[in-house]
T-cell receptor
Framework: GQNIDQPTEMTATEGAIVQINCTYQ??????LFWYQQHAGEAPTFLSY????GLEEKGRFSSFLSRSKGYSYLLLKELQMKDSASYLC??????????FGTGTQLKVEL | DAGITQSPRHKVTETGTPVTLRCHQT?????MYWYRQDPGHGLRLIHY???????DKGEVSDGYSVSRSKTEDFLLTLESATSSQTSVYFC???????????FGDGTRLSIL
């Protein structure tokens, strides 16, 4: 099976940088996804890591270390609209996703 | 936005009644998925499809069945709804394995 852990809540200041961690225990997976979900809305795709290392996409970056069972999502130049839940998910056979319970990020002035 | 439409968007029904949720896509993607989202559990996979008439179970499939008779439609049926199936249901699609899944707007289902 797959066990995924994320902090439940985080708070950060507008304009700052925040790192949201995701740790996992699994027998194997194809890749790791990050999704953003605003309250009452559908999850939207942010990033995908297959290989170890950093993937950068504008203000968002994601990092994966398979040997350490660890990933993080880095958000730079935080904006109020970044207040949302951030979901870490592992993908296995059939592209099935197993999600963590998500990290609720609150951005304050 | 990916062309995914879920219907209905909201439904209230009684325990023991059958319920069918529909997911319709205009992207011609091979893979389609049904998830439920509950506080404290996150998103959990119910069933998925990897082609017409090809489906498989997910993590929480008990009490649910699915059908996919054509590429664009994936139906989720609760044969006899129970209060524990009150949830928000999301459909997702992906073009192929290891491609991002894109989600519909969700169906809020309440079973009284």
């Amino acid at each position: 099976g797959q066990n995924i852990d994320q902090p439940t809540e985080m708070t950060a200041t507008e304009g700052a940088i925040v790192q949201i961690n995701c740790t996992y225990q699994t027998s194997g997976f194809n890749g790791l996804f990050w999704y953003q979900q605003h309250a009452g809305e559908a999850p939207t795709f942010l990033s995908y890591n297959v290989l170890d290392g950093l993937e950068e996409k504008g203000r968002f970056s994601s990092f994966l270390s398979r040997s350490k069972g660890y990933s993080y999502l880095l958000l730079k130049e935080l904006q109020m609209k970044d207040s949302a839940s951030y979901l870490c998910a592992l993908t296995g056979g059939g592209n099935k996703l197993t999600f963590g319970t998500g990290t609720q990020l609150k951005v304050e002035l | 936005d990916a062309g995914i439409t879920q219907s209905p968007r909201h439904k209230v029904t009684e325990t023991g009644t059958p319920v069918t949720l529909r997911c319709h896509q205009t992207e011609n993607h091979r893979y389609m998925y049904w998830y439920r989202q509950d506080p404290g559990h996150g998103l959990r996979l119910i069933h998925y499809s990897y082609g017409v008439k090809d489906t498989d179970k997910g993590e929480v499939s008990d009490g649910y069945s699915v059908s996919r008779s054509k590429t664009e439609d994936f139906l989720l049926t609760l044969e006899s709804a129970t209060s524990s199936q009150t949830s928000v249901y999301f459909c997702a699609i992906s073009e192929d394995s290891n491609q991002p899944q894109h989600f519909g707007d969700g169906t809020r289902l309440s079973i009284l």
